[in-house]
């Protein structure tokens, strides 16, 4: 793998992480949360469209799937794939850092376990 296959890859991870934490912001506004709790399906569905960092997570999201494509059309899927892991580690810290999520012990060990097994299987 090449230094900027690999950079790819990292740049498609960081951005899909930073996609769930900007989606995050965006479902828990308030105009969002009113809807979730009282509206219909209509009201829910115009308060998600309209809100901003629900539609940045998106773009994220398409910018991420965008890069992936490129590291799929240079590796094969079985060597690209495990790098995926790799998100639940930095989605673990963004949302520690930023939305002051609660980091337990038990799910700190099963993110490095994730890790674990992308090396092992990146080595393979």
Same mark, same amino acid.
Do not use: C, H, N
């Given at each position: 793998?090449?230094?900027?296959?690999?950079? #790819?890859? /990292?740049?498609?991870?960081?951005?899909? @992480?930073?996609?769930? $934490?900007?989606?995050? &912001?965006?479902? =828990? +506004?308030?105009?969002?949360?009113?809807?979730?709790?009282?509206?219909?399906?209509?009201?829910?569905?115009?308060?998600?469209?309209?809100?901003?960092?629900?539609?940045?997570? #998106?773009? /994220?999201?398409?910018?991420?799937?965008? @890069?992936?494509?490129? $590291?799929?059309?240079? &590796?094969?899927? =079985? +060597?690209?794939?495990?790098?995926?892991?790799?998100?639940?580690?930095?989605?673990?810290?963004?949302?520690?850092?930023?939305?002051?999520?609660?980091?337990?012990?038990?799910?700190?060990?099963?993110?490095?376990?994730?890790?674990?097994?992308?090396?092992?299987?990146?080595?393979?």
């Amino acid at each position: 793998m090449t230094a900027p296959v690999l950079s #790819l890859i /990292l740049f498609s991870v960081a951005l899909s @992480a930073l996609a769930q $934490v900007v989606l995050k &912001l965006g479902m =828990s +506004a308030g105009a969002v949360s009113r809807a979730l709790a009282e509206g219909g399906a209509a009201q829910v569905a115009f308060a998600v469209a309209s809100e901003w960092r629900v539609l940045a997570g #998106l773009a /994220l999201y398409l910018a991420s799937a965008a @890069a992936w494509l490129f $590291v799929l059309a240079r &590796l094969q899927v =079985s +060597a690209a794939y495990p790098f995926v892991g790799l998100g639940f580690v930095l989605t673990l810290l963004l949302g520690w850092w930023w939305l002051g999520d609660t980091v337990s012990a038990q799910r700190i060990v099963g993110t490095l376990l994730v890790a674990a097994g992308v090396v092992l299987i990146s080595r393979s």
